[in-house]
Each structure stands twice: as structure tokens, then as C-alpha cells.
């Protein structure tokens, strides 16, 4: 391996050990000694990227460098719109997609894109200009479908997949995109039957959704205990908690804690502290709306790893929570086979960190977090009591079943906001934030990843 490669290898290492200060001057050290690699040029961006620093022009030096990467364009356009430059983002990805109109990644990007920037229609046109080129081809047909789908868009869905029908050749994937349609939207009965020795994960996850919203807990649970010991049990297991909920079967205790494994955690910030926190986070919500597949509405959330920001307020929110953390996994139970319990002895590592900023009569719908190991939401900036409205009016609620399920079930807990609070929960636990009236909720939330 040259010095070079070497030197990459290593800054790729720190940034996955999540020491985003040593990785960053890892690869600045690699781009100068060896200003022609591509490789080099291709991490200096990047990594400057993930610690929040000017990178467009760094991208734009490594695609000259690397011309025809499509990972270097999606993340040049991604950088570009971080610094402002939103027009120049969206130019480059459609120069690309002119050229290339199957590009999946490019298409997804640009939707994205768009829909943060507040479009409300029309935001899906790059699918459209691109199924007019390439009308046979069912991946863009169904790449256009799911854009819909994840918005729950279900009119919109269905008159793309209608179009993909007439347009294609019928196939295994159209016919699946069908029945989830039928069954997500509610629209008619889906006949899983022919589809039951697939094994598909997600015509699994479907069908389990579907047995919940109609009264069938014990056949929904029968599919989703067929996942609970493969690399996806992540997914079954907050659908598994709801069947053993609804059978009142006491397995339901030993997955969420009997009292529920959670934590609400005041934080020593000083109000100066939570000032300097608060100023610093709203300058990063540069979006005017949340990315479709988010939970959040009415309101926006910041991309990147937000623990990677050099701000010194955000820095000290990051080691506090460490340490908030660290106690609580201390005091759980070891039980074996548990998604949350049953952990290796690694050092805490971050999936993700974002903050959130709600307006009056936003929320969080209710979700999980498949990446996760524990879960989080801390408060920095609430409403006025006046504004946030009665009990339990912004409040968390911990095992809320997703609403279009329509389960009978009620929360397990809910936790008051306050600024400093920190909330902490098992990432397979369903969660939720209640509406409220108006003002401004400001928070920051964490996954950590499951220890090696």
C-alpha cells in the first residue's frame, strides 16, 4: 500500500471512530503531500463535509481529479446547497441526469432537494423527464413510486405505479410495489398469499403492518418472530412489542422494562450554556421543510452528524451526554437475547445526532430507530407555558403505536420537557411528540450505536 493509501486508510479509520478533529487532519495532511490523488482529494472533501467546513470547491477540485463518480456529484451537490448555493446543486445533478436519467441516487438527492427548500409541487420533475426518456424502465418507475410512497402520498403513488404498469413489462417487483400500495394505503384488500415464501423483508415488514391494522396480533406476530433472530430483527422487534401488547402476553414487559427501560436526566447546563447551545443549533436549520422519510412535521432537521460540529457549545452538549449515557446503560440489566440489553463492552459510538426545530402545532409521529442501540431527546428551547398549551401538549410520549395502525394502545410513559432535560429509551421503543400551540421547540437527539 503507497504512503498515500496508507494516509487515507487512516483518516477513513478516525472518521469511523468518530474523531472527526484527528480524521479531518488526517486527510488535509494526505492532500498536501500528494495533491494529485484522487483518493485524497476525494476524502479532504468528504471529510471536510462531515465536520461541517466549506467543501464545495474541495469537490469540485476532486471531480476533475475523479471525473464520473456519482457518490462525488451527489455529496459536490449536497455541499453546495449546506453553503447556500442551492441553484448551482440542483444545476449539477440535472446536467448529470441528462445524461445519465437512471441515476437512482441523483433523482432522490434532487427530490430531497427540493422538497426542503419548501417546493410543493413539481419536486419529482427529474422522474418524469426521466421515465419520457427511458419509459421502459421499471427501476425509475418505481424509484418515482417510493418517493411517494415515503411521503404516504398514496393518490400520487398510485398514478405513477399505474403509469409503470403500462409502461413496463409486469415483474415480481411490480406486483409487490402493488400489494404495498394496497396495503399501506388501505385502499382495497391485499392478497399476500402469493408472496409468502419470499421471505422479503419488506413484504414481511408490510404484511405485519397490515395483520396489525386489521385485529390480527397473533398472525402478525408469527411473521415477525420469523426476524427476531436474523440481522433485521431491529426492524420486527417494536412490531413484536405491539402484538405482545395487544395479546397481553407479559413478553411485552421483558421487551420495553417493567418499569420501562427510559430515563428522564437534568443535565447540568447553566442557562448560559443552553443560550450559547440554543444560538448555535438554530443557525444550522438552514431547511424550510424535513426530509420526506423524517418523522418530524412542522418543522425542519439538520443533516450530518451533528456531534461532528466544531461549535464549542455543541461540543459540550456531546460530552454530557456521553457521560448521561454511560450511567444509564450502567444501570440496565444483562439478559441475554434482548435488542437492548444484551450488549457488547465497546466504547459508545454515536449512529447519528441532528436537532430538531419544531413550530406551533408541530410534532414527531410516532417511530423508532432501527440504527439505534439507546435513543434521546434533550430540550434546549421550549415554548412559553402559554403558548405550549395543556398537559401533555409537547410532550414525549414513549410506546405510541404509529396512528395509521389504529391500536387501541396507550403510552407507556410520557416525559415533561424542560430545558436540559435529556430523555433516554431503547431505540426499538415506539416514540412520539405530542402537537402543541405555538412557540419554538428546539432540540438535539442522538442514537447510540449498538457497542461491538
Not at 158 to 174: D, E
Not at 224 to 248: D, T, V
Not at 418 to 431: D, E, I, N
Request: net charge negative.
Amino acid at each position: 500500500m503507497s504512503d498515500t493509501a496508507q494516509r487515507v486508510s487512516r483518516a477513513a479509520a478516525l472518521l469511523a471512530e468518530q474523531d472527526i478533529d484527528a480524521a479531518l487532519e488526517a486527510i488535509i495532511e494526505a492532500a498536501r503531500l500528494d495533491p494529485a490523488s484522487p483518493q485524497a482529494a476525494f476524502g479532504h472533501a468528504q471529510i471536510a463535509f462531515e465536520a461541517w467546513q466549506p467543501a464545495a470547491a474541495l469537490f469540485e477540485r476532486a471531480a476533475a481529479l475523479l471525473p464520473g463518480q456519482p457518490d462525488l456529484i451527489r455529496n459536490h451537490a449536497l455541499a453546495l446547497a449546506a453553503e447556500g448555493e442551492g441553484d448551482r446543486a440542483e444545476a449539477l445533478l440535472e446536467t448529470v441526469l441528462a445524461q445519465h436519467p437512471g441515476w437512482l441516487d441523483g433523482h432522490r438527492t434532487l427530490c430531497a432537494m427540493r422538497i426542503t427548500k419548501g417546493e410543493g409541487e413539481g419536486w419529482d420533475r427529474s422522474f418524469a423527464k426521466a421515465v419520457a426518456h427511458e419509459p421502459a424502465s421499471t427501476a425509475l418507475w418505481l424509484g418515482w413510486f417510493q418517493q411517494h410512497a415515503t411521503r404516504k402520498d398514496w393518490a400520487a403513488a398510485g398514478r405513477v405505479l399505474a403509469g409503470a404498469q403500462q409502461a413496463c413489462p409486469p415483474s415480481q417487483a411490480l406486483a409487490l410495489s402493488t400489494l404495498f400500495l394496497t396495503a399501506e394505503s388501505g385502499q382495497g384488500t391485499p392478497d399476500f398469499a402469493p408472496f409468502t415464501e419470499l421471505a422479503d423483508l419488506g413484504t414481511d415488514l408490510c404484511h405485519v403492518r397490515y395483520l396489525l391494522r386489521t385485529g390480527q396480533p397473533e398472525a402478525a406476530l408469527a411473521i415477525a418472530q420469523r426476524h427476531l433472530r436474523a440481522p433485521q430483527a431491529r426492524m420486527f422487534w417494536p412490531y413484536a412489542g405491539l402484538c405482545w401488547r395487544l395479546l397481553g402476553d407479559p413478553q411485552a414487559g421483558w421487551l420495553d422494562g417493567e418499569p420501562l427501560h427510559a430515563a428522564a436526566i437534568d443535565l447540568d447546563f447553566t442557562p448560559q450554556q443552553l443560550g450559547d447551545l440554543a444560538a448555535a443549533l438554530r443557525r444550522l436549520h438552514r431547511m424550510k421543510a424535513p426530509y420526506p422519510e423524517q418523522s418530524v412535521r412542522g418543522g425542519t432537521q439538520t443533516d450530518r452528524q451533528l456531534f461532528f460540529h466544531p461549535d464549542p457549545a455543541i461540543r459540550l452538549a456531546r460530552d454530557k451526554v456521553l457521560g448521561a449515557v454511560a450511567e444509564f446503560a450502567a444501570t440496565l440489566p444483562h439478559p441475554a437475547g434482548h435488542p437492548l440489553l444484551d450488549r457488547g463492552a465497546g466504547p459508545l459510538r454515536f449512529a447519528g445526532s441532528w436537532s430538531v426545530r419544531l413550530a406551533g402545532a408541530g410534532f414527531h409521529a410516532s417511530h423508532t430507530h432501527v440504527r439505534g442501540w439507546i435513543s434521546s431527546a434533550c430540550y434546549v428551547s421550549l415554548p412559553e407555558p402559554a403558548e405550549l398549551g395543556a398537559p401533555p401538549a409537547g410532550w414525549l410520549s414513549l410506546g405510541s403505536p404509529p396512528p395509521e395502525l389504529g391500536l387501541d394502545l396507550p403510552p407507556l410513559r410520557q416525559i415533561e420537557p424542560k430545558p436540559g432535560r435529556l430523555a433516554l429509551f431503547g431505540s426499538t421503543l415506539w416514540h412520539a411528540t405530542e402537537p402543541f400551540a405555538a412557540g419554538e421547540r428546539l432540540t438535539f437527539a442522538f442514537d447510540v450505536a449498538p457497542p461491538r
